[in-house]
C-alpha cells in the first residue's frame, strides 16, 4: 500500500521539500527538452522552422490540458482519499483516471490530422510556415499525443501516493533522451531532418517515458494503489464527477492557454516571420520560471490535499505558504536576469539580428507577468486539492483566455506589435488578486467556523 509517512509524519519544510524538489527537477528536464527543440532548430538559422514550433505550441498545450484532466484530478482525489483511509476508493480512482485520459488522448490525437490546416491558420501560420507547422504537428500531435498524455497523467498518479521521486525519475527519462535525440535528427552533420526531427525525437522519447511509467506499476503492482485493472471501471459513475470537477480548472487553463498563445501568435504573425519566430523564443525562454511554478504546484498538491482531507489545517496552510515563497522567490530572480540579459539570451536560440532584437524587447515585457504566475499556480492547486472547484475555475479562467482576448485588442491598438507583451503581466496581476480574495475570504470562514 502507499507509504503517506511524507504526508503526515516530516516536519512540514523536510515534507514539502520532498515532495516539489523532484518535481521541480522534472520540470526543468522537460523545459530543457523544449529549449532543445528551439535550440537546435535555430541553429539552421532558419526563422521559418523556428516559427513553427511557435505555431504548433498552442495544440502541444492541449496535449497538457487533456493530461491534466484527468491527471490532476485523479492525483487530488487520490490523495484526499488516502487521506481519509479509503484505499480501495483510490484504486478505482487511479485505474478510471488512467483508461480515460488514455480513451481521450485517442480521440484527440486522430482527428487532428483531418483538421490540422484550419487549426494551424488559427495559431498563425502562413504559406512560408504551413509545411514546417504540418511537419511538426504531425509527430508530437498525430504521433505523439497518446504516449505525451499518459506521459504527463501517470506521473501525477504516481507522485499522488508518495512516490515523487519515482514521477521526477520518470519524466526526466524522456527528458534527457529527447535532448539527445535532438541534435542526431535536427542537425545537418547527422541525419539533416530539422524541424521534423525535433518532432520525432520528442515521440520517441515520451514513449519511452509512458513506457517506463507502465512497468513501474507492473513491478509494483502488490504494493501500489495504483492499479489500473479496467475492472474498476464499473465504479465510474461513483468517481468521475469528483475527477472531473477537480481536473476540470487545470485542463480550462491550459485549453485557454491554447487560445490566449494562438491569438497573440496570430496578432504577432500580421508583422513579420521574425517577430513570430522571436515570440517562439521568447515562450521558451519565460517558461523558466513558469516550469519552475509548476514543479512546485504539482509537488505540492497531494501534500495538500492529503492533510485537507485528514483534516490538519494548520499542515496545509504551512506547507502552502512554504511552497509559494519558493516558487515566488525563483521568479523574481528570473526577472532580474532576464532584464539584464535579454539579448544574450535571445541569441542563444538563433543568429538573426532582426529576430534577437524583437525576441530581447519582447522578453523584458513578458517576465514582469512571472512574480504573479508563481503565486498563481500553487493558490489554483491548493483550491484543487481541497476541493474548492468554484475558486479554482473561475482563478483559472481569468489566467487564460478571457481576458487575454480583448486586451490584446485594446494593447495591440495602443502600441503596435509591442503592446501584445504586455498582456500577460496585466492579465495575471488581476488574477493574484482575485485568487488572494478567495483564499482569504476561505481562512476568514474557518477562524468564524472555529
Known amino acids: 500500500m502507499a507509504d503517506t509517512t511524507v504526508f503526515e509524519a516530516l516536519p512540514v519544510r523536510q515534507a514539502v521539500l520532498k515532495q516539489i524538489l523532484p518535481a521541480i527537477a522534472s520540470q526543468m528536464i522537460a523545459l530543457l527538452y523544449s ?51 479509503e484505499n480501495q476508493d483510490a484504486k478505482e480512482v487511479a485505474s478510471i483516471s488512467f483508461w480515460l485520459g488514455l480513451l481521450t488522448a485517442i480521440l484527440f490525437s486522430l482527428p487532428f490530422l483531418l483538421l490540422s490546416r484550419p487549426l494551424l491558420a488559427l495559431c498563425g501560420t502562413t504559406e ?9 504537428a504531425k509527430w508530437v500531435v498525430v504521433f505523439g499525443g497518446v504516449p505525451t ?31 539527445l535525440l535532438d541534435p542526431v535528427f535536427i542537425l545537418p552533420k547527422f541525419l539533416g531532418m530539422g524541424v521534423v526531427g525535433a518532432g520525432v525525437a520528442t515521440v520517441l522519447s515520451n514513449t519511452v517515458s509512458a513506457a517506463y511509467f507502465l512497468l513501474y506499476l507492473y513491478l509494483r503492482r502488490r504494493d501500489t494503489i495504483l492499479n489500473i485493472s479496467p475492472a474498476h471501471l464499473r465504479q465510474i459513475g461513483k468517481h468521475l464527477k469528483a475527477i472531473l470537477s477537480i481536473g476540470f480548472p487545470s485542463a480550462l487553463q491550459y485549453g485557454l492557454t491554447v487560445v490566449a498563445v494562438a491569438a497573440q501568435s496570430a496578432f504577432v504573425a500580421k508583422y513579420a516571420t521574425e517577430t513570430t ?23 505540492l498538491l497531494p501534500l495538500l490535499a492529503f492533510n485537507h482531507s485528514a483534516g490538519n489545517e494548520a499542515r496545509r496552510r504551512e506547507a502552502f505558504r512554504f511552497g509559494a515563497a519558493i516558487s515566488v522567490g525563483f521568479a523574481l530572480f528570473c526577472v532580474i536576469l532576464y532584464e539584464g540579459f535579454a539579448p544574450q539570451l535571445a541569441s542563444l536560440f538563433i543568429s538573426d539580428p532582426q529576430t534577437i532584437f524583437y525576441g530581447a524587447v519582447f522578453l523584458r515585457r513578458m517576465v514582469l507577468a512571472m512574480p504573479f504566475m508563481a503565486f498563481c499556480y500553487p493558490m489554483i492547486i491548493q483550491f484543487q486539492a481541497m476541493g474548492k472547484v468554484r475558486e479554482a475555475l473561475i482563478t483559472s479562467i481569468l489566467r487564460k483566455g478571457v481576458l487575454d482576448v480583448p486586451l490584446l485588442f485594446l494593447m495591440d491598438g495602443l502600441l503596435p506589435l509591442y503592446g501584445c507583451m504586455w498582456v500577460q503581466p496585466i492579465v495575471d496581476f488581476l488574477s493574484l488578486i482575485v485568487a488572494s480574495g478567495f483564499y482569504f475570504r476561505m481562512q476568514k470562514g474557518r477562524k468564524h467556523e472555529v
Open 128 to 136: 512560408a510556415t504551413y509545411g514546417f507547422s504540418y511537419d511538426y
Open 277 to 299: 519566430a522571436a515570440l517562439g523564443i521568447v515562450k521558451k525562454l519565460d517558461q523558466l520560471p513558469l516550469y519552475f511554478s509548476i514543479g512546485v504546484a504539482n509537488g
Open 149 to 179: 498524455i499518459m506521459n504527463t497523467l501517470l506521473a501525477n498518479l504516481v507522485r499522488a501516493e508518495g512516490a515523487a521521486a519515482q514521477a521526477s525519475f520518470g519524466v526526466s527519462l524522456g527528458g534527457i533522451l529527447n535532448i
Open 35 to 85: 529549449l532543445a527543440d528551439t535550440y537546435f532548430v535555430g541553429i539552421l538559422n532558419a526563422p521559418a522552422q523556428t516559427a513553427a514550433i511557435t505555431i504548433v505550441y498552442p495544440s502541444f498545450v492541449m496535449l497538457t490540458a487533456i493530461s491534466n484532466l484527468f491527471g490532476i484530478g485523479g492525483a487530488s482525489l487520490i490523495a484526499r482519499k488516502l487521506g481519509k483511509k
